[in-house]
């Protein structure tokens, strides 16, 4: 098990060395000068500009040599800063993305659960029962076909403006200011439905597809075929290939986070939902290299800590590796 | 692949329903990509209707947008668009993929754990997010560079498919016959192992279409595509942008997104076909 | 009478047509009697044993009737032969390495499937030890995953499983054929104490290796081409075979201390037929070299001799 999971932070550990490098990298190689960009904006007096060009090349740090302005980037970040948004100046990014990042949790984690869950249990039924397979099949085929974003628009079409039984914009209304209440719980809970679904629907595909096809696989195994020979009931066999099916399907999940946070990202853009995809999004048009950076950096970083929850689950799951023979290598 | 063996498969293949179905839409979609276009003289941006925004008409077979553009005509258009980046963006994948998997799964031993650690390195980035700060910071973006960036994400899926797929060839017997008889590396390869990755190499292509197809729809509909043209996922961008929805010009926006399903679906449900033909044990009575 | 098996005839499903896999076997296996299922690999051994356990898809059930202690066995009927698996009628597998759960300690396992049976671990705990003692098994595998144990702990294991619930009849499906020389006689002649400890009444061994069969079984079976050649007491088909099949058979196994450049290996030339549309009539005929204008009718398998059955026209039944 030591070194299960000795491998497995080995390659987080690169990927976010990777990943920070990646980071701090582009934005310093690519056209464009954030100060300028940012001065460019402020029409001001030439001689004030200049002092102000100063002030902020100091500010952003970008008055030392390269290689130090990498090692700054480090040890900034241990420290939990981020910098200065350039958009949003002068907030820190640190804290406009912390503002963000419980719109993501409320909106991802129950999408990512519930749908792998139902998924999974909708996949065994329909593995079982003729009829069940004939619709779960192809409306799971259409449903994980389906690209995030045009879901998002047909549902904020449909529910929002034609049937008008859900607000399609924003986490909450304009009108409301964040306050502990029901009416401003119910709020929310209203505006959070519609990118929920969203989410929820294009995942509950993959996973019924996925769990459907997994049990059809288990059921040929040699195991099922002797618990059949011995005359076991049907319960018992189908009981052993669905606890055998969940274990690819979580290494899948883990797998999939790529894909589902790139989801969340178009979804939120969709439903102009306060997420860090959101905010990434107005980064970029804006060209606040900071802000995108942090967002990018968060990004990575809650891939990184689910992929090793997800191993830390599957250890549990798994009896197997707790043996120290590895069942599934991720 | 001997002859007898294909015409075996191409039995199977006819009579096989979701390659039928999934291939007939697949087909059907890339003939409307291919001829759509001279059906209509109207230029995807043009502004051709003065009236603004219209519902389908006899004249205007998809209807036109808040500024008066043919939508039948940026349809048929992006689909061409979204076919090339598919396959482009696909096959760079598919290519990397092999390139990678096949060179870890035949040569074992180091060779192996480092690739394998790239492997899984690139796999744990999400791809989207690498996607949008390179896309971010190019002024100008052409669909060939798109493609490019879509491939060199995707290949990890790919790599450890066909990774997988090597080891299990390459301990296979007749391998191991013609090693011994003394057939050189290369020709081994080409002569035992690619036929048997043939197959298996298209259902990797079929996914890797697919999956580009998704990834550039989602690039463009952020805007973070190609700088100038018309796709899919652009017309989408624009129709949310301008306010489609508030306005209900469904029209816009709905059949972009319906062909995507329709395209990417059908390729799914292609590869369950195909993996039935080449696969004897999974075929229905 | 253990088992009594009448003209049973089961067919292989495929596009090109049913495959006549099992065409016409009618033969018993007395109680106490360990018979050996011999014949070369697609001759219907496989074929045979899967039709009185686990008859599925592709599997077709043509004719036929199955006795077992006097009780019909519905063979055709997937559910309601439930009741008689395990309990009257059990298979080592051939893929009895695999046979385990691989999530599941086979303690675990063995309690879950005993009680989805409506049997007890608990009680069954001390014959369980006992019979893990005579395969040589220590009582921690009980507490091990699959993946832990070697093959042969698995098959040893998968032995003391399949015969827990003392069936009338045990089918061994093949299970020598992965193993080493040594621990083929070990396993072999732990079968032969199932049979002696009454674990099990009747067994049948299916396997292609006949050096073994002469070792522990009873009486062989000799199959060819989907039905039977010969069945007879071991000495005999070994010492005195009389389906022309048999002899050619026996004749080429090799002998102990003869050396190929006194005595050369004899094989039997020409392949068996296809069983998609087979010859009419002896489906030996075509390698026979004593077949003659009769041989296009098929011969009935009778009695020859006293609990020698042959179906060959050469060899006419005792009341012919």
Known sequence: MRRYFGRKILIYLLTFFLAVTIDWLIPRFMPGNPVQNMLSRVAVHPEAVEAMRGYFTRAFGLDVPVWQQYLNFWAALFHGDLGVSVYMFPQRVADIILRAVPYDVALLLPAILLSWLAGNKFGAYAARTKWLDNTVLPLGYTLTATPYMWLGIVLAWVFGIVLDVFPFAGAYSYDLSPHLSWRFV?????????????????????????????????????????????????????????????????????????????????????????GIGYLLLAAIQNQDYFLIQGCFLFIIVFVLLANFAIDIIYVLVDPRTRRGMTGETA | MKKGKRSEFLFFAFRNNKLRVGLSIVLFFLVVA???????????????????????????????????????????????????????????????????????????????????????????????????????????????????????????WAARAIRAQTFSLRSRDFVDLARLSGKRSWKIILTEIAPNMMSYLLLVFILQFGGATLNAATLDFIGLGPTSGISLGLMMNYAVLWGALLLGIWWWFVPPGLAITAIVGALYVTNVGLDEVFNPKLREM | MSLHAEDLRVYYQTLRGDIKALDGATFDIADGEIMGLAGESGCGKTTLAHSLIRLTPPLRYVEGRVMLDGEELPIADMERMDDFRFRKISIVPQYAMNAMNPTRKVGKMTAELLASKGADIRELMPELRRRLDLVELTHAVLDMYPIEMSGGMKQRMVMVLSALLDPSLLIADEITSALDVSTQKAVAEMLVEFRDRQFVKSMMIITHDISILYQVADTIMIMYAGQLAEKASTKTIIEAPRHPYTKLLISSLPQVGVKVADVRLKGIPGTPPQLLDPPAGCRFRDRCSVAFGKCLEEPPFVEVARDHMVACWKEPGRDA
């Open chain 1, 186 to 274: 119910g709020d929310v809970l209203h505006h959070w439905f519609l990118p929920f679904a969203s989410l929820f629907l294009v995942q509950f595909g993959g996973w019924a597809i996925g769990m459907r096809n997994m049990i059809i696989y288990e059921l040929e195994a040699d195991y099922s075929h002797y618990l059949e020979a011995l005359g076991a009931p049907r319960n018992l066999i189908r009981n052993y290939a669905f606890r055998n099916a969940l274990l690819p399907q979580l290494s899948g999940l883990a797998l999939q986070l790529g894909v589902i946070v790139a989801g969340a990202l178009v979804t939120e853009v969709v439903f102009s939902y306060p």
């Open chain 2, 34 to 156: 291919i001829v759509g276009p001279f059906l209509t003289d109207n230029e995807p941006l043009k502004y051709v209707n003065p009236g603004g925004a219209e519902p389908p008409s006899a004249e205007y077979w998809l209807g036109t947008t808040t500024f008066g553009q043919d939508v039948f005509s940026q349809f048929v258009h992006g689909l061409r668009a979204t076919f090339l980046v598919g396959a482009l963006g696909g096959g760079i994948g598919t290519l990397l993929g092999v390139v990678i998997g096949f060179t870890a799964g035949y040569r074992g031993g180091l060779v192996d754990e480092a690739l394998n650690m790239l492997t899984n390195i690139v796999l744990v980035i999400p791809t989207l997010a690498v996607l949008l700060i390179i896309s971010a910071y190019l002024e100008v973006r052409g669909i060939v560079m798109e493609s490019v960036f879509i491939g060199c994400t995707a290949w990890p």
